[in-house]
């Protein structure tokens, strides 16, 4: 299988400086990659380095175009988890790939990150789902429109239309 995976910052690239700042790094996709241990055929794009907060609808566009031109129907995102399903939600309407986002709650070069762990889910439900966009965090994997961050638990969950 092929795998076209469009980076674009967000706490899962997030690295302290010297100054003891965060600032977003490289992407950590391919180091997570390695870690899987998977002979995937993988294509990395960087898009921007942004936190996720920072991604207007320029951004968003260039995402969308990279994925809709994409020469494999599988594409993993790689983003921030603020504005996650903002950029899910201007993916709609990509027709004949298989999209799925995914992040991380705490840095990659974190000991306590969940990054591996969503990315693994990413590339597992890359392989298993129809066309459509998905966003991969949390264990769950959920269709775009379906899911909203809870701040306060660290975590994404359904959108019932009651989450705080």
Do not use: W
Not at 34 to 55: A, F, G, M, P
Not at 63 to 85: F, N, P, W
Request: one cysteine or more.
């Amino acid at each position: 299988m092929r795998l076209h995976v469009i980076t674009t910052g967000g706490t899962i690239d997030v690295e302290y400086s010297l100054q003891g700042t965060m600032v977003t790094g490289p992407p950590m996709i391919g180091t997570l990659l390695q870690r899987i241990r998977t002979d995937l055929e993988v294509t990395i794009d960087s898009v921007c380095r942004k936190d996720s907060r920072d991604l207007d609808d320029d951004d968003r566009d260039l995402i969308r175009h990279r994925a809709e031109t994409s020469d494999t129907e599988h594409v993993l995102i790689t983003h921030g988890t603020d504005s996650m399903t903002t950029t899910a939600a201007h993916l709609q309407g990509v027709h004949g790939k298989v999209v799925v986002l995914t992040g991380a709650m705490q840095p990659a070069r974190m000991i306590d990150s969940d990054a591996s762990f969503n990315v693994g889910l990413a590339v597992g439900a890359l392989q298993l789902l129809p066309a459509g966009i998905f966003i991969a965090m949390s264990g769950r994997v959920f269709p775009a429109g379906t899911t909203i961050k809870d701040c306060r638990r660290g975590l994404f969950i359904a959108d019932d239309g009651d989450a705080p």
